[in-house]
């Protein structure tokens, strides 16, 4: 089946340290994302990537690295300079510029930090 | 930027119909979507206006005014499965793409 397939589900990790979110769709989609979620909060948006090597930051982009070598794949980084991690993370891809827009979202990945 | 208000909460008894709005502020506007999340899951799309007016499906409606910066969902015949988050988003084309900006959302409690 389609989707987007976000690993891991749930992450711990000691301060100072980086991790990297994985996630990957197999929609053909262009355009992937990468949103923060903190409870009671909406979702705000940390980098996203229209084309393969090419992507802009959003408006909480700071602590936070991306790269996309391939259309499939866009992994997320949060390093150590990210003052406040812990939060639920939501990728999502769309078409580009035709249809609705609509996001696709993956299950999303819980990052907590001890 | 982009700037979205929603009430946080809404209550409603089951099989009557709710209206949950969203004002937005922005410096670029294509189209205003709506998303419905439960509790620990993902964001799904349930509509999407780029004109004014009403669009309708099923038992949702989402209604666009782009001169009062206004948008609304409207859910009839309440079900107990409805309550969950709902969040406006403002979708506008950057480069060769959308980009959406969330609002804070509406958690909708749903009661016999």
């Known amino acids: 089946d389609g989707g987007i397939t976000q690993s891991p589900k749930y992450l711990f990790r000691k301060e100072g340290q980086n991790v990297t979110l994985s996630c990957e769709q197999n929609?053909?989609?262009?355009?992937m994302y990468w949103y923060r979620q903190d409870p009671g909060q909406g979702l705000r948006l940390i980098y996203y990537?229209?084309?393969?090597?090419?992507?802009q930051k959003g408006d909480i982009a700071e602590g936070y690295s991306v790269s996309r070598e391939k259309k499939e794949s866009f992994p997320l980084t949060v390093t150590s300079a990210q003052k406040n991690p812990t939060a639920f993370y939501l990728c999502a891809s769309s078409m580009t510029r035709r249809g609705t827009g609509e996001l696709f979202f993956g299950e999303g990945s819980r990052l907590t930090v001890l | 930027g982009q700037s979205l208000e929603q009430p946080s909460e809404v209550t409603a008894v089951e099989g009557a119909i709710v209206q949950m709005n969203c004002t937005y502020q922005t410096s670029g506007f294509y189209g205003l979507s709506w998303y419905q999340q439960h509790d620990g899951g993902a964001p799904t799309f349930l509509s999407y206006n780029a004109l004014d007016g009403l669009e309708e499906t099923g038992r949702f409606s989402s209604f666009l005014s782009r001169s009062d910066s206004y948008g609304y969902l409207l859910l009839q015949e309440l079900q107990m499965k409805d309550s969950a988050s709902y969040f406006c988003a403002v979708r506008e084309l950057t480069g060769g793409g959308n980009k959406l900006t969330f609002g804070t959302g509406t958690q909708l409690k749903v009661e016999l």
């Open positions: 990537s229209q084309i393969v090597n090419d992507f």
């Open positions: 929609l053909n989609h262009d355009a």
